[in-house]
């Protein structure tokens, strides 16, 4: 590791030379990473690089087995949590680690409430925490309220919260916009900066480049365990780099040509009036083979409901949906199955697979059924089965014994998309399909959809990345407070066209 | 913001420009060894080998001869087919603390007058039908309040836990009915190739259970609901109505046990089968079956069964106190648990 640049200021904190071996597998092989104060510091990485075991020896939470960890210049140990908290260095994980039940106020000071001979000091908490939210840009939401109240966004707050409320120097953000719609993630980035122009350092961990280069200063880039570059300014550096550094190789992240999708082409999916209580109504669409439609709008504003409503998964209470022109009974996930729809949900682990079990069990988890004889199983052509499907989607490692949990994110899409291949499905439901897929893998996903959609099925698209729905999509469908606001061609319309309408919708 | 004045970024030597090599290739196949259920089992048979010392040991021939062993393989098979049809529900990711309850009501339903003359009268087979359809409506009306009732099963089964017992209770008005049809007894206490019928029985229900479990579309769906429900049910499996199978199956089995019971100690009882929802629990868990479900072991459960039953026979045959069993029987599931646990996060090291 050589890096001839002295640093303008000192590190507020440094790692040097990580290790971190488990069993069967070294997880840092030899990381180095500086902080400087009252900077966002990326740090960049493909799933499996690296990142949240990083993250986790910065909290407390592994011990590394080699390597060295400086505060302003001096060597220390973070032998557990609270020690990581008491150097200044707080965490707040992907899966947001608040307590539902609990109140805002306690939330924040949980594991160092404030008290007197045993005793809370619910004022002084309670003060604190209003000029913490207040600090934060959320003065509406009151110490007293049930976090389980709060939405994603309220939960991050607080957990923000709880981060200064330990007067940290560094806070690690893992994914913090992964639950954010757009407008949320502009008040982070407003809280962001904020924190730094006082001083705080970020680490801040996301899969999309373009958050990236609106807040980060400095990037750090992972791969298999090791620091493959560091001190990268973010305003100087192009995205290709950036993805060649994190990958090891070119890639083009570019949407696939579109296939003009014939007029006579048949109706595969018909949606007429579709509307479930309280979420959405009046949904019309249709979607013929070989097309691809999207889905656009904000998180919240229906367009998951619509695609677990049409998959039966929720009871539609208005409406039907038609499948190769047959009318689908409501609410029930057999019947759609049985009719040839596949859903691929939003949130794959769990939602979607079985962790703990071999890949080939999860592809085919829909139609074991078609391998068995009279009830009993036949792994030999259930694995066969697999294995081609694995094959044909370029599923690496190809091995299909292995247990789901050790894929990618982007593999354990392409197992998703196979079981529904399996089964031979030709109107497929794709919510998020490259959520938490990193950069490189997103480009094989886009071409598979293309593909799909090629061999004569019916894709319906959701996701929160506008650019994504318009490169994807043949049409597009703008979605907002559960109504259809636009229905359209994808190339008559750009992202700016797209927010005009969701937020039109939203001021209604 | 923190303005840098130099700005040249570094990049370590060729390391970024390797290629696109495959990763993480050595990690999966070690994972494999110590995930093998033939792995995992090693352990259950050094504890029962361990236990066959210590047993021979303590009582030397009293606990070594062919008599003891078939009297450790009896009283293990009436609990052994009772946790064969827990090892289901547990994998499932639910409980059934009724068992022990249900098939107490259901030796007595089998034992009334009126059952045993209309078995006197007919053919012993009908005290067979009635225990084994109580036993299955019973675990039929669990299996109904937690699928579609929405009942947590652990609160079902209470409740069934504690109306089955009184219901026994009524129905013998706490007396002990002796079963008085001879060709019933003749058959459930006879051996068969000098082993018992009753531990045939056990066999037979363990194998099967196996076979269930592991050979068909049945075991699949139960495995995958205890897994992911959520991820069974967007796949389109009809996750409600497997639980209720589910249910009627350790129903099931408990109407089998009940069988085995009245065979075996020729009355029927409304306390039958006390407490043995707890052994029966201990010894799926203690034989390695996930209490949160997405992975059952027979194999498994038939070793924590002969475990439990082994170390019982051991105490007994040196006079240790019931309470000092019990003692005994705690610090052990406790320790099983312990490294239970210590081995599901070596293999989940990510």
Redesign the interface.
Known sequence: ?????????RPLLQMRSIVKQ????RALDGVDLDI????VHCLLGQN?AGKSTLIKVLAGAHQPNEGQILIDGEPVTIPHPVAALKLGVATMYQELDVVDGLTVAENIYLGHELSTAGFSNRRVVAKNTRDLMRRLGHPEISPHREVGELSAAGKQIVSMARALSHDARVIVMDEPSAVLDSEEVENLFRVV?EL??SGVAIVYISHRLEEIRQIG??IT?L??G????????VS??PTAELI??M???AVDNVFPAREPVADEAEVLLAVASLGLKGEFSDVSFEVRAGEVVGLAGLVGSGRSEILETI?G?RHATEGTVAVGGKQLRAGS??V???AGIG?C?EERK????????PVY?NIT??T??RF?KG???DEQAEKSAAQEQAVSLDL??A?V???A??LSGGNQQKALLA?WLVRGCRVLLLDEPTRGVDVGARAEIYNLIRDLAASGAAVLVVSSEIDEVLGLSDRVLVISEGRVVHQGPADSIDEHGVLDLVMEGSAA | MSEQEVSTATVVDGSAHAGSSGSSGPASSRRNLFNGSMGRNVGLVLALVALGIVGYVTAGERFASIDNVLTILRSAAVIGVLSIGMTFVITAGGIDLSVGSVMGLSTVWASTLATQTMAADTHWIVMVVTALAVGTVCGLINGVLIAYGKVVAFMSTLAMMVAARGLAEMISNRQTQIVTVKPFLNFFRADFIGIPVLVWMFVVVAVAGWIVLNRTTFGRRTIAVGGNPEAARLAGIKVKRHLMYLYCLVGFTAGIAAVMMLGRTTAGSSTNGLFYELDVIAAVVVGGTLLVGGRGTIVGTVFGVLIFMTLTNIFTLNNMSTSAQNVAKGVIIVVAVLLQQRFASRTRSD
Do not use: C, I
Not at chain 1, 1 to 9: E, H, I, K, L
Not at chain 1, 22 to 25: Q, Y
């Open positions: 590791m050589v890096n001839a640049d002295p640093q303008p200021t488990f069993p069967g597998a400087l104060p009252g900077e499996g900066r730094t122009s200063d400095r880039v791969k298999d090791r620091t493959v570059a560091q001190n990268l300014q100087q550096t060649k550094l990958t090891g190789r998959y998964a996930v057999a759609a199955v049985d859903l949900p769990s939602q979607g697979l079985l962790l703990d079990e069990r988890l829909s074991f059924g068995a009830g009993f199983l690496r490692p091995g014994e292995r247990h949990r050790t079981r």
